[in-house]
Every structure is written in C-alpha cells, then in structure tokens.
C-alpha cells in the first residue's frame, strides 16, 4: 500500500520545487529585468532589482540597429529543418535498431554517441574549407545539414529508447494483417511513439535554436541567426548590458512561448486522458 504522505511534507517539497525552479529560472528573470534598466542601472553596485526606472529605450535601440525578423527567421528555418530533416532519417534508423538488431548494433549506438565527445572546433577547420569548397559559406540549407549531423547521434538514442517500449507483437500483428514496411511504419509505430517523436522534436529544436559555435564560424550576414544577433551586441568598445539584454530577451522569447505551449498541451493531453 502506499504511504500516505503530510500535509507538512506536501508543502515541504513544494517549496523545495519552487526554490529550484526559482534558482533555474533566476538568469532568465535577471536578463529581462536589465533590458528594461538604462546602461547605467544596468552596471550598478549594489543591483537594482525593480525598483529603477523601467524604460523600452533598448529595444528601440535594437530594432533600429538590427533587422530581428531576418535573425528570427533565419533561426526558424536553420532549428525547423535541422530537426525535420533529422527525424526523418532517424525514425527508420531507430526502428531498424529497435526491431531488426545485429551483433553490431549496440556498437554502432555507441559509437554515435562517442561522437559527440569530440570537440567541435576539432572539425571546424575541414568543414569550414568545404563549406567554402561548395559555396555554402553563410548558408542556411549548410547549416540546416551540418546541425542535424551534430544532433543526429542524440535523436536516434532518443527514439531507439522510446522504439524499445513498444512491443514487438505488435508490428508482428500488422505485417500478418498484409502492412508493408511504410504502413508499418506510418500508421502502426508512429502513431504509438508520438509522445517519445514528439519530446525528442522538441528537444531537438531546442538544441538547435540555442546552437552558437557553428553558427558564429559559419555565418556573416544572409544565414545569421539569433545567436550571431546577439553576439553582435559585444562589440571592441565594450559590453552593453541593456543592450545586451534586450536582444536576448528578444531571442528568448519565442522558446519561451514555445515551452509554454508546449506545457499546456501537456497538461491538457494528460488531463483528458485522466478523465477519458
């Protein structure tokens, strides 16, 4: 039988969880409280926290200076293909690994992995050369391939793991029932890994928005996204610090609407499986 559990340890870790989420969240919170503070609040010892005069001016500054929407779309379509592209050649190689195993299948998966401990500015070098070699210097579709490369080892462990859950009667069920490899596929597997797709897309995503160092290497002006936005606020002079926060308040913006959502879609599927 399980425990029951106080009412004086019910609060005791729910204020736990706040100070963490708190602690977690505490960076974020700081950035958008200084890119409403002037330069000089902005560097001030002691802090000021809210108590200052709010002002808009720094993102005024910042759009005049910069052409965000070109940054925001730039980053929306280098995140969105990167992961699309990466999931559609990673569901196969997942399911193959899950359901169709060779002697050598955990070796692959963890050589996939390993690649991921290598330095990135280990291959910076041949890639930018090749990059140039191809014409694709500062552009998006280079760097849409080049990020879901980096992120590829990370989907396929994600998906192999969710793969690994689903029974494998019950694919054995859909090919006597006459499915071929693509319904299989589409309308059997699919449909019962959307939650582990779904969290892997997004993480993906995520992953791929917040990328800077092959961003900043291999992008100028046309490819640039939000990273190479705000890293044009550190500049010979000095850092501006509202100015600074501003942008990446900006940058920010759109994944927090997207954890947003994305939690209450959460909270709304398990509610109504809960009822249903």
């Known amino acids: 039988m399980a425990r029951a559990v106080s009412t004086q340890r019910k609060a005791l ?10 602690l977690i969240f505490f960076p974020i919170l700081w950035t958008i409280l200084t890119s409403f503070k002037t330069e000089a609040e902005a560097i001030a010892n002691p802090p000021v926290i809210l108590f200052f005069d709010w002002t808009l001016e720094n993102y ?77 210097l500062d552009n998006r579709v280079a760097l849409v391939v080049i990020l879901m490369l980096i992120n590829l080892p990370i989907i396929v462990w994600m998906l192999y793991t969710y793969f690994r859950e689903i029974p494998g009667e019950i694919l054995e069920a859909a090919r006597m029932d006459g499915a071929g490899l693509k319904e299989e596929l589409l309308y059997v597997l699919t449909p019962m890994a959307i939650p582990g797709i779904a969290s892997t897309i997004l993480l993906n995503f995520i992953l791929a928005w917040n990328e800077a160092f092959w961003t900043l290497n291999l992008t100028s002006v046309d490819a640039a996204p939000l990273t190479a936005f705000i890293a044009s606020y550190s500049s010979p002079e000095g850092l501006f610090f509202a100015k600074l926060s501003a942008a990446s308040t900006m940058a920010i913006a759109p994944i927090l609407i997207l954890g947003w959502f994305s939690q209450k879609q959460l909270v709304r599927g398990l509610t109504f499986g809960a009822v249903k």
């Open 60 to 136: 005024g500054v910042v759009q005049e200076r910069s052409n965000y929407m070109r940054f925001l779309w730039n980053s929306v379509i280098i995140a969105g293909g990167s992961t699309l592209l990466g999931i559609l050649i990673a569901v196969p190689a997942a399911w193959s690994m899950a359901f169709v195993p060779s002697r050598r299948t955990k070796d692959i998966l963890l050589w996939m992995l390993s690649t991921k401990m290598l330095p990135a500015v280990g291959v910076l070098y041949p890639i930018y050369l090749l990059c140039i070699q191809l014409g694709v």
């Open 13 to 22: 870790n729910t204020a736990i969880a706040w100070i963490i989420g708190l």
